[in-house]
């Protein structure tokens, strides 16, 4: 068996006297697309922020492709290539769509401002081989007429799509998807959907999904976590987390 890309052990994360994530373990293998679920509260984004740095877990670690992630910097672990999807759009707003996905590249590019000015021709070279890069995401994404539109000017849907586009900018090897269709309607979803199919077919990496639209979790994702209140309640494909007895209860608890 290929080693995982990602492989997280005993991931503990305490607030005072809340405990938002209890003893998580999981792997993520390349090209994969694995999803948590959960109710509200369950620890879905607390493992996002401990996945990039912004939480630091009191126990556990967090392996990327056989380098520990876990104490470095947020900074540090996004050069590692991990990028993350905002549920709240992580656009600049007065920023064209395409300077927008520019400014997803800065941690790739070498040639800094000063250096650029003494080195014009390198620095020009690098310019347009970033450019080409984020015009490839146009395309795959198929955003073409928003790419010089402010950011803050697009359709809903439109940026959501735009904010795929941002972290892909980054080239990573793992992305995390926070909520993609969090506040779309059904045709914004099933195009969104079918962006991430394409995402996944063109492009070399793993993905982490969190999402509320179990139906959206149960098409796209080749296995399943369900947390509940922090801790691991199920693990397996969608069909069997979907039936899982905990995962039902813990749902239904929550919907009564
Ligand atoms: N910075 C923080 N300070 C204190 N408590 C926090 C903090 N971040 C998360 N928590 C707590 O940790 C628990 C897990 O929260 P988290 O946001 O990870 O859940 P979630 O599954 O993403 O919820 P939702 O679906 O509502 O976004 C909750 O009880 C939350 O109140």
Redesign the pocket.
Known sequence: MTEPLLDVWDLTLR?GG?T?LNGVSFTVGRGELFAVI?P???????IFNCLNGVYRPQRGTITLAGQRVNGRSPATIAGMGVARTFQNLGLFEQLTLIENLMLGRHHLMRTGMLAGMAWWGRAKREEVDHRAACEEIVELLELEPYRRIPAGLLPYGVAKRAELGRALAMSPTLLLLDEPVAGMNVEETEDMARYLVEVRRELDLAMILVE?DTRLVMDLADRVLALDF?TPIAMGTPEEVQHDPKVVEAYLGGAA
């Open positions: 607030f809340v938002a959960g509200n509260g369950a620890g879905k984004t607390s509320h922090g």
